[in-house]
Every structure is written in structure tokens, then in C-alpha cells.
């Protein structure tokens, strides 16, 4: 069956085969490359997360925080209005 091949065909059907023995060797030192890099990429990730995490607790704080000084405008305000009053009331009695 293969005495009817030609020899380029055959060249090539056995450059092919070369090139994926080759292949087939070189592959377990790309899985061991691959890994320490998805290793160094997780704990990249994981130290991100924890970023991600200490800022969703700063802005949860940074919200409270607002909403303090939220009540505490309002306070001054209410303050302030009734010095206004008082300072008016004395006015017209004085």
C-alpha cells in the first residue's frame, strides 16, 4: 500500500511524524512552565481580592461616615435656625 506513495508524500507523511514526536517530548516542560505561571497568576488574584475586599470595607465605612456627617448638617442647621428665632424673637420683644 505504501509502495504506491510517492516519495514526497512520504517525506512529508514522515516529517510529520518527527515533528510530533518532537511535540510529544517538548509537552510535559510546557505543563511544568504553564503551572508555576498559573501558580504566580493565582496569588496575584488571591492579593487582589483581598484589595478588592479592604476597599468594599473602607467604602462601607466611607458611607457610614457620610451618613453621620449627613445627620450632623442637619443638626446645624436646625441649630442654626432656631438661633435665628431667638435672635429675631429678642428683636421684636427688645
Known amino acids: 500500500m ?3 506513495v510517492s516519495p514526497v508524500v512520504s517525506l512529508l507523511i514522515v516529517a510529520f511524524l518527527i515533528v510530533v514526536a ?17 501558580k504566580k497568576m493565582q496569588k496575584q488574584q488571591e492579593g487582589m481580592q483581598e484589595r ?3 476597599l468594599e470595607r473602607h467604602l462601607a465605612r466611607t458611607a457610614e461616615m457620610t451618613e453621620h456627617l449627613e445627620k450632623i448638617a442637619t443638626l446645624t442647621k436646625f441649630i442654626a435656625m432656631q438661633y435665628k428665632l431667638r435672635a429675631e424673637k429678642r428683636a421684636s420683644d427688645g
Open 2 to 4: 505504501l509502495s504506491n
Open 22 to 38: 518532537i511535540l510529544w517530548f517538548l509537552l510535559p516542560f510546557a505543563v511544568f512552565g504553564i503551572k508555576d505561571q498559573l
Open 52 to 54: 478588592i475586599a479592604e
